[in-house]
């Protein structure tokens, strides 16, 4: 009995350092883009949203089929011809990729934004925290899930809660960044002057990358208004909530590609329909 449950964490462990092996190719990916990102062309920029989105989308998609599945499972049932026409399919994957081409972007401005190491970092050591988070919620789960589905919806849990406990960290390290002084300025001036700021070879990013500093200058010179009766404070909260809201996208996004690349590595596995019916 020892000899097996020895066995079994032992498999449990070469399977958890094997996920961290994949997974650490994304933000050392990452890192590569923002040292890099700024020199590519038109034409490389929307090869790589398209395939970042592609990838993103293989995850997306087989999420969506666990929900459809278990939709099914316990609303139509198995011999009706309608439970083969829901499963999912090409119509629910084209849902995904749309889905998944905007957040594919705006990972990319970010990315190739980016100034400081918090972002990057975060994201490296965010690794082995994915991974333990699955497996402590696949285990959680083995008493409770269909095993069909046990491994997507431990995925989808890790997922909710590393996107808080990042967009946590990230939030808290903001606290303590230093923002450009945006106060003795108009908005629109504060907005153009970010924006000038941005430089990239390719004319497609240049122009994304101006929108988002264009969003940010607007976020800090919101922020920074705490002359009493020029602003309200409500105002100033609505700016760092833009802000907020932003880095919850660039997290998310982030996080995407990681659950698509686990899902590419575990695919028959996880895919349930490779389980019996």
Not at 180 to 196: C, D, K, R, W, Y
Not at 244 to 252: G, M, N, S
């Amino acid at each position: 009995m020892m000899a097996m449950a020895s066995a079994s964490g032992v498999r449990s462990l070469r399977g958890a350092l094997n996920d961290m092996f994949w997974l650490l190719t994304v933000p050392l990916f990452l890192i590569v883009l923002s040292r890099m990102g700024a020199l590519l062309s038109n034409e490389a920029v929307i090869g790589l949203v398209l395939g970042l989105a592609l990838l993103m989308t293989a995850g997306i998609w087989l999420r969506a089929v666990v929900r459809r599945r278990i939709f099914l499972a316990g609303a139509v049932r198995t011999e009706s011809p309608w439970y083969r026409r829901l499963r999912g399919g090409p119509l629910m994957a084209l849902v995904a990729l749309l889905g998944a081409v905007p957040l594919a972007t705006i990972l990319v401005v970010a990315t190739v934004r980016v100034t400081g190491p918090q972002l990057l970092v975060g994201m490296v050591l965010n690794v082995p925290l994915l991974v333990l988070l699955r497996e402590f919620w696949h285990r959680r789960l083995a008493g409770h899930a269909v095993p069909r589905f046990r491994a997507m919806l431990a995925l989808r849990l890790a997922l909710v809660v590393n996107l808080g406990l990042l967009f946590l960290a990230l939030a808290i390290a903001a606290l303590f960044q230093t923002y450009p002084e945006l106060s003795g300025l108009t908005l629109v001036e504060a907005m153009l002057s970010e924006a000038g700021r941005q430089e990239a070879a390719s004319g497609l990013l240049q122009a994304l990358m101006q929108l988002a500093a264009a969003k940010d200058a607007a976020a800090w010179w919101l922020g920074q208004q705490v002359l009493p009766g020029v602003i309200e404070p409500g105002l100033q909260v609505a700016g760092w909530m833009i802000l907020l809201a932003t880095d919850l996208l660039v997290v998310w996004s982030y996080l995407l590609i990681c659950a698509s690349v686990l899902t590419l590595v575990h695919w028959r596995a996880w895919h349930p329909g490779s389980h019996s019916e």
